[in-house]
T-cell receptor
Framework: SQTIHQWPATLVQPVGSPLSLECTVE??????LYWYRQAAGRGLQLLFY??????ISSEVPQNLSASRPQDRQFILSSKKLLLSDSGFYLC??????????FGSGTRLTVV | QKEVEQDPGPLSVPEGAIVSLNCTYS??????FMWYRQYSRKGPELLMY????GNKEDGRFTAQVDKSSKYISLFIRDSQPSDSATYLC????????????FGKGTKLTVNP
């Protein structure tokens, strides 16, 4: 069966520090991968999506970047965090014709 | 007009009540419709997945899609305190790598 792993669960980082969140999927090949951010009252905001290795599309210009070094690995990064980067970050995957499966999320607080 | 509109609630009902959650949308190209349940501090989990118009039932949950009215609903029968969560609707025009468009979610509390 397919599983998705996302870590860490919580993170407190100072302003200006770097960020790296990792997501891996098991039990499937060539999944579509997504990074979302969820802020209170604002719903789910799509940040990046990827249909294959090194194929990344950015939805919102911002302080973040994404990479997919391996088929089932998706990484969200920042060189210098801003206060506005605080939020609940979710990784998700799907296959053609299927709904999304989300990871358990990372709650990021930038202080 | 936003692509997907969903009343954020909060909605509070007694245990055993029938709950109706709704979303409206503006893009007539949407064909795939989903409902997700999200418990506090957890990722959303897929509850129902439907294609085009019609009804789909799974246990106490029924999803309805009315494409002519651009309106979808999720009904929960015999609601339980464990159903207390935020419910998000989502939809897309294609079922593949097409990006989902989400509603903002409705927070539901079922009181024992």
């Amino acid at each position: 069966s397919q599983t998705i792993h996302q870590w860490p669960a919580t993170l407190v980082q100072p302003v200006g520090s770097p960020l790296s969140l990792e997501c891996t999927v098991e039990g499937t090949s060539n999944p579509n991968l997504y990074w979302y951010r969820q802020a209170a009252g604002r719903g789910l905001q799509l940040l990046f999506y990827s249909i294959g290795i090194d194929q990344i599309s950015s939805e919102v210009p911002q302080n973040l970047s994404a990479s997919r070094p391996q088929d089932r690995q998706f990484i969200l990064s920042s060189k210098k965090l801003l206060l506005s980067d605080s939020g609940f970050y979710l990784c998700a995957w799907n296959e053609a014709g299927g709904g999304y499966t989300f990871g358990s999320g990372t709650r990021l607080t930038v202080v | 007009q936003k692509e997907v509109e969903q009343d954020p609630g909060p909605l509070s009902v007694p245990e055993g009540a029938i709950v109706s959650l709704n979303c409206t949308y503006s893009n007539s190209a949407f064909q795939y419709f989903m409902w997700y349940r999200q418990y506090s501090r957890k990722g959303p989990e897929l509850l129902m997945y439907t294609y085009s118009s019609g009804n789909k039932e799974d246990g106490r949950f029924t999803a309805q899609v009315d494409k002519s009215s651009k309106y979808i609903s999720l009904f929960i029968r015999d609601s339980q305190p464990s159903d207390s969560a935020t419910y998000l609707c989502a939809m897309s025009a294609q079922g593949g790598s097409e990006k989902l468009v989400f509603g903002k979610g409705t927070k539901l509390t079922v009181n024992p």
